[in-house]
């Protein structure tokens, strides 16, 4: 059973650009966590998506980003017009269910790097 | 609001001897317990958690973890550390109302490294 996926794993962009950021649930899960590790500081939420439907975006910036979880494909977390303050790793994180408690199963990232 | 302390940002120890990672954790409602490790350029991997029950939960590689309800803490140990224990542990938490969102809140991290 593969683990949770995401690509890329490293993505660079100039300040201004586009970013998105992919990630591929468990099989059978259909809940995802985003959440964003900046230098030195521990993982903070950012978003909690089931499928088509954002659940709780309480820790996502007002502006230039945004997250979905289609019906078909993976989970994009898409950021706008990038500054160098979005440098930082990206993880998402899955569950089965989206229970109080329930584990959550992280992929291994996508480091952001913005010129 | 939930917020999780983590004492130590780094603790270095030597191979074989104990170590303790600190946690304390503030929060208005009952909430869950995890300890996550992340090694270097990895995704974080659950180590244990405390839902229920018994206050001191354990691992398959040694660690062990004991909720302190009075203290708001829950410290993570093991008794003999190897080389291959040094990454950086998490501490988070998470609502037990639920209902909405099982998001997690994390500590800074304390980086574990393990010297010959």
């Known amino acids: 059973n593969a683990g949770v996926m995401q690509n890329p794993r490293h993505l660079v962009r100039r300040r201004g650009q586009e970013a998105r950021l992919r990630c591929s649930p468990m099989k059978g899960h259909s809940h995802v966590y985003w959440y964003r590790q900046l230098p030195e500081e521990g993982l903070k939420f950012m978003v909690y998506l089931q499928k088509e439907n954002i659940i709780d975006e309480s820790g996502m910036p007002k502006e230039r980003f945004s997250a979905e979880f289609p019906k078909e494909g993976p989970s994009i977390l898409r950021i706008q017009q990038v500054v160098r303050g979005d440098s930082a790793a990206y993880f998402c994180?899955?569950?089965?269910?989206?229970?109080?408690?329930?584990?959550?199963?992280f992929g291994p990232g996508t480091r952001l790097l913005v010129l | 609001a939930q917020s999780v302390t983590q004492l130590d940002s780094q603790v270095p120890v030597f191979e074989e001897a104990p170590v303790e990672l600190r946690c304390n954790y503030s929060?208005?409602?009952?909430?869950?317990l995890f300890w996550y490790v992340q090694y270097p350029n990895q995704g974080l991997q659950l180590l244990l958690k405390y839902l229920s029950g018994s206050t001191l939960v354990e691992s398959i590689n040694g660690f062990e973890a004991e909720f302190n309800k009075s203290q708001t803490s829950f410290h993570l140990r093991k008794p003999s550390v190897h080389i291959s224990d040094t990454a950086e542990y998490f501490c988070?938490?998470?609502?037990?109302?639920?209902?909405?969102?099982?998001?997690?809140?994390f500590g800074k991290g304390t980086k574990l490294t393990v010297n010959p």
């Open positions: 988070a938490v998470s609502d037990r109302v639920g209902g909405g969102s099982e998001k997690l809140v």
């Open positions: 994180a899955s569950s089965p269910w989206g229970l109080a408690g329930e584990t959550q199963y």
């Open positions: 929060s208005s409602v009952s909430v869950y």
